[in-house]
């Protein structure tokens, strides 16, 4: 089977996260989206790992993992703080700042 | 001995003393600025004395380096042109400080600051003129502007912020188009043989004449707005009606002076072609600042803007002189610049004076002051006199000469120009006649006349105006073989006696 | 050419007089005018030296030159400051210094009640070195700095009681028409320069004839230019009349005697210019031949006695230009009429400030009348002067007018006739006029205001007054006797052939001596049989009334150039502001505006800002791609 | 199976390795020390570390192009210079942060709560704004010495991740100050995750992880252009995101305005340094071969920055959102470095760099000590007339916008010059040109202010300026006097970097 199939699928997932992230309004859902575009990420750098067949891209995709949850960490917690002074976890409702 | 670089400290040591004052002390500051700028002034004179007349070269050269990385120098030095530039800001600052001695009080900040300010001044218009060094010529003429920026903006009256900032973004604009050409300039001088800003150096590079073009004006444009000549002018009448007296006289008498040299000194050296390519723009644009000035001059109701407007008007015939390509034309023009100073001090102190006594800049306010406060009427008479060129007046020489070298050249322009001398009768008489004829009106009756320290302030400027009027000699024979000098350069010889093509 | 060291205190004399009344202030009130009277005078004394050494030398020896210092070098522009006194600048000086020094004394009584006195003294001496160095400078440039020097004189004299507003606006008019000469003049300088490369007389007279008529025509029409300023000939004569808003005497000295003449000198002075430019030459008789009638016409209906004699100086100055147009035949002519009406003009100025004097310095001549008891001696000078204007034998006038007549007629052809009938119908005109001004204020009935008290003046009035008297009836027969004016002068002019004479002397004469005694019956009839009017009628001609408003010359400029002016400067003004200064607070406002619009793209929702990224990874994606195609 | 142990030549790495250290124990002090000493502690503690790893730092500037860790981090001039200009800034703005007066005793407790105010009374101020700072500049280290795609990814979020939560830490205005952070969170991650999906590509496109791997791939040719492309352009956007150029800068102004003015002018300065460092290292080198492809485009963003930035902040009311959008401007200026790509621009890009992020650190100081009873003032109209009641924070103030405004004397001046003539000499006259004319713009609103300052006078709410702490005055002062002592004499710093700023392939 051809390997760049999954390069369609990952861009695919890709373009989904990046689309969700401009349409939805849930911080959390919001913050799922870029999540999947990471994995998206991920997932090309296993195929490409394939394709070249090396294992740098493995590796890289494992360090991506390990930020991501960093990520999930930091990310959470802000959201959290928002959420318990806002009473919503909407982010068109965190719009003090503008102009 | 570093002539130039003494020159340059001895404001700012003038200056550094004045901060140490305590701001009550006053007086000291006042006395301590007119001493230093005195010490400048004879020092300049000593200097002066030993330049070599009939040798073209610059002189009294220094050169330090700046910034190698750059090949910027800090390199100083003078030929005929710059040393009477230098020769006049220095003789006007010690009179302009005397003239305007109560005008630092009712500004927003102390007086001390005012005359620090002055002084820091005074050091970059030495530099600027002094300057050989492209970069270097640059800095001060932007650092310049912050100085008079506050002076106006800080000291003035009126409208005194919006003309700061009118005259601050003005010259800006100007300075940027300016950096735009140097930026060139400096690559390629890298391009072709080691980056330098070295005038001389850089008056060799080779450079397509598109090129040539756009660069001038990026000069140009910078040195018209300075100038200033039509249509970059609007910002000098608000400018010289919010600031004091004083900075005006620096303003206009000086500041505005650097655009003129720099045409000469840039424009003209790095740049012979394209100025030759530009010349028929440019002089329609000086006859139209001759006459335009003049007739905004006539229409003036306020009488330091009419005093502004004479300026564009006599701006005008500098430029045209300058690029009239003729000794005459270049001589006179070089020398205007110089009366000009003068001449423009004596109009705006007295009318200073005047305006500070009435508390008011409306000629209309004014009237039979000849009767009042007859020393100052005539005082007003006589610079008024020079500002239309009276013969045996200094200003009359250098116009005569720009009007004859120009029409040698370009006798339409010429004689369009020469209109400008009916309307100069014009706009000088009118305000003579409303403000010093007639009877005297209401509110004038208590006006005092100069007291000794005024007198003394304007004294030695109507005696340079009556001098020069009748011994230009000694003015012109410095002047001469720079002015000649240039003209050869620039590959054009004087158009011979025609006998009418017969 | 012999060269002297004595002729610059002809100038520093009375300039020395000028500076030190200006600046010593108050100190010299008590002495000031005598000092001024006797720098004056020294100055007349030096001339008259001067004269004498010129006597003992032989004609091409006469000129006399002096440098002073070096002025303007440029380039091949070489003017120094230099003096040049020869026959015809002799004259001029003479006239100048001796004159001027007559009315010095005659200002002292004058004006001994005005306050600033040392002032006026003051401004006559800056007025005679003035006046010196425009007849004795010995190129244009140097004439240029003597012509606006009496500009200026002029001006500061003619506002001197510029308190009044109407004063104060005529010295503006003056000086600004004037300016409007000097204008022609600096023109005529360049061309000299451009063309010849040199703009001293010697030198322009050495290279005017291989220089092209075009260049010399234009040089000449812009010298007329200039003369038609300063001697207040058509169209710029508008300003002489309100001049008369200076003091007496100097209406008598600068707008009768020297300064208005100063025209005469500089087309007398430039005679190889107009001899080799026939064209300005021709514009110069054409302009002379118009202002003197203008000036005759005006002078008919002038009821102030002072615009009465300023109108005759006009038109007597037309006489004189126009003689100077008629080429070497005519110069040496009208310098000697220019000569004896300063004479005879300055005497009657002095006239008709004795009367004003007596009068309470009222100038309207319907309220005077029958003065010939009370002031005899100015009647007997001012008479005197009268016939001398008129051209009655043997005085002066009688002389220098003929002359000028006899040479328009011989002026050969269809132009000589024109001219030589104007010329006769002015003499008859002034005739007239001139009649009329004695018998309004020395004749008939007296119409004067209650408080006057009219009374003889002291003698240190009327003593020049009779001086000039005398002049004006010797001066005419000395200066003709065995042509000695012609003859001294002929040295300079190009030597001209004998015209065939279409009328014989005695014929002009009589011709002249007709119309002037029709004048004067037609001023009888008009003014001493009936009553005059206290006030002027206004049921009178249109001509009358036209010639009341100085023939429309005023309006005429207004219309022309004043308001079209004024309105251009309010164009000007506006646009100032609302165009230029406009489009730059224009752009201001540009990228104010843009900015402001451009803050709505921060709208403060995250997902729209996430939207700009995506959509700028999309823009950007699609340049490289555009960029690598 | 033979195994070798990995070499690090720890040298090279003690930077960073100091800053990490340091961080380390901060979070221990936070725990562990007494709420008393712990303000001072942290301080000292982070002081020193930077102090520390900066001597480190100059020890080794010599040992010029080597690489450390098997080659993830090259250590070469530009590399030192840009952490020690890092370290620079970092410093004087701890200054800055050491003024807990501007942050919240409590960041867990809700806004308004009675948690917070007893926090706020009993002086128990949390400080893990310290090691975090520490962390974050450790990040910045790694950046621009990254040199491969793991370590640059690893350092981008070793640096993000800590400014997010910095940014929410205000003690005022708090909400805005959470939703700072949320917004640069959301916007920093989704950013990152384009990033990552370009390094992806480069690594499809190049079978390498590695710079010079990648490198040669471009230099060889015969890959697949598309996968390049796409690579260049998503790594791009994740590093124009850092800079804040235009269309990805619509956070900075958002999250400038809301974090803790401390913490703006750290990401301000020191973020900007730190993401043009790498974006220097990997355009010069990695991607210099490919440059057909991109100077175009980076060309228009730079011109589009540049006149955006000055524009928009003509029309800012705000004092921090108008620095926010003078910093867009200036990015565009910097971009133009980039895109000369000549050693003249790379060493006037580190020039810019240092003297536009001291400027900046100075600029904010003086923000933080412009205050009336609620905390900081902003808002521009109070400024009216700051210049006749605090002369020192107008003055310097004035002082630091020439600087921006690029008037000579000052180092922002010999910046400008020295960036557009790298520029121009490269050929691209059209961002010279640009970038002349939003100087003018830019100009314009600088001079604004200091009309606002100096020539108008006080609008009755006054606005009263606290006397500042020494430390905050001290990093005024520093900046004022760096930013005048380049611009009059930048000789010695010019050559200095002239002689060390050469990138090892």
Redesign the interface.
Known sequence: MDASNYLYVSALLFTIGAVGVVVRRNAIVVFMCIELMLNAANLSFVTFSRINGDLDGQVMAFFTMVVAACEVVVGLAIIVTIYRSRRSASVDDASLLKR | MKWLTILMVLPLLGAAMISTLSKANEKAAKQLALATTLIVMAATIAMAVGFQRDNIDLQFVEKYSWIPSFGINFALGVDAIALVLILMSTILAPIVILAGWNEAHGGRWSVKTFYILILVLETMMIGVFAATDVFLFYVIFEAMLIPVYFLIGGYGTGERAAAAVKFLIYSLVGGLLMLASIIALYVMSGAQGGHTFDISELSKLTMSSTTQNLLFLGFFIAFAIKAPVWPFHTWLPDAAKAATPGTSVLLLGVLDKVGTYGMIRYCLTLFPEASKTFTPIILVLAVISIIYGAFLAIGAKDIKRLIAYTSISHFGFITMGIFAMTTQGHSGAILYMFNHGFSTAALFLVAGWMISRRGSSTIADFGGLQRVTPIMAWTFFVAGMSSLALPGLSSFVSEFLVLVGTFTRYPVHAIIATFGIVLAALYILIPVQRALHGPTTPGNETLSDLNLREKIAIAPVIAIIVVLGFYPAPLLKVINPAASHVISQMGFTDPAPTNGDK | MTTSTSLVYLIALPLAGAALLLLGGRRTDKWGHLLATGLSASSFGVGAYQLLQMLGRSAEERPVSQKLFEWIHVGNFNVDAGLLLDQLSICFVLLITGVGTLIHIYSISYMSHDPDRRRFFAFLNLFIAAMLLLVLGDSYLNLYVGWEGVGLASYLLIGFWNQKPAYATASKKAFVMNRVGDMGLSFAIMIAFATMGTVSFTGVAEHAHHTSEAALTGMGIMLLVAAAGKSAQFPLQAWLGDAMAGPTPVSALIHAATMVTAGVYLITRSNFVFDAAPTAQLLVVIVGAITLMFGALIGTAKDDIKKALAASTMSQIGYMILAAGLGPVGYAFAIMHLLTHGFFKAGMFLGAGSVMHGMNDEVNMRKYGALRKFMPITFATFGLGYLAILGVPPFAGFYSKDMIIETAFNAGGVKGIILGCVTLIGAGITAFYMTRVIILTFTGTKRWDEDAHPHESPWLMWLPMAILAIGSVTSGFLLSRGDALVNWLHPLFAHHGEHEELLKPIVVSGLALTMVAIGIAVAFLKYSRNEVAHVAPENVSVFTKIARQDLMQDRFNEAIFMRPGQALTATLVATDNAVIDGTVRGIGQMAMGSGSALRGIQNGFVRSYAALILVGAVALVAAIWVVVQ | MTFTAPVLSYALLSPMLILLGGALIGVLVEAFVSKALRPAVQLTLTLGSILLSFMQLWRIRGEQSLTAAMGSVVFDGPAALLQGSILIIAFISVFLIADTENFTAL??A??GSDEERHALQSGNQVTEVYPLTLFAVSGMLLFPVAND??TL??AL?MLS?PL??MA?LSRRR???S??????Y???G??????F??G???L??FS???SFSGIREAIVGGGGN?VLL??G???L??GLL?KVGAV??H??S??VY??APTPVTAFMAAATKVAAFGAMLRIYYTVFANAQ???T??LS?IAIVTML?GS??????RDVKRMLAYSSIAHAGFLLSGVIALNKAGL?ATIFYLLAYGIATVGAFAVVTLVRDSSGEVTDLNRWRGL??RSPFAATTFALFL?AF?G???TSG??GK??I??AA??SGAKGV??AG??S???A??FY??VI?LM???DATEDGTSVEIPSILTRATVIIAAVITVALGV???PL??FI?DLAIFIR
Do not use: C, H
């Not at chain 4, 524009?311 to 800012?316: E, G, K, S």
């Open positions: 960041a867990a809700l806004p795609l793991i990814f690893v979020e991740l997010y939560l929410g708090r909400l805005a959470q939703e700072s952070a949320l917004k969170f959301l916007l991650a989704f950013s990152s995750a384009f990552l999906f390094a992806a590509y690594y499809g079978s390498s992880i252009d492309l796409i260049i352009a998503f791009s956007i995101f269309p990805f619509a956070w102004p958002d305005q809301g057909w492809s991109w175009p485009v228009g955006l524009l928009v902040a003509i029309a800012q060493d210049g006749k020439l405004a008037i000579p004397m001046f010999i010059f020295s557009f003539s121009y000499e010279v040109i002349v004319l100087s003018a713009i100009a314009f001079i604004r009309v100096f020539f108008t004499y930048p000789a010019l050559n002239t």
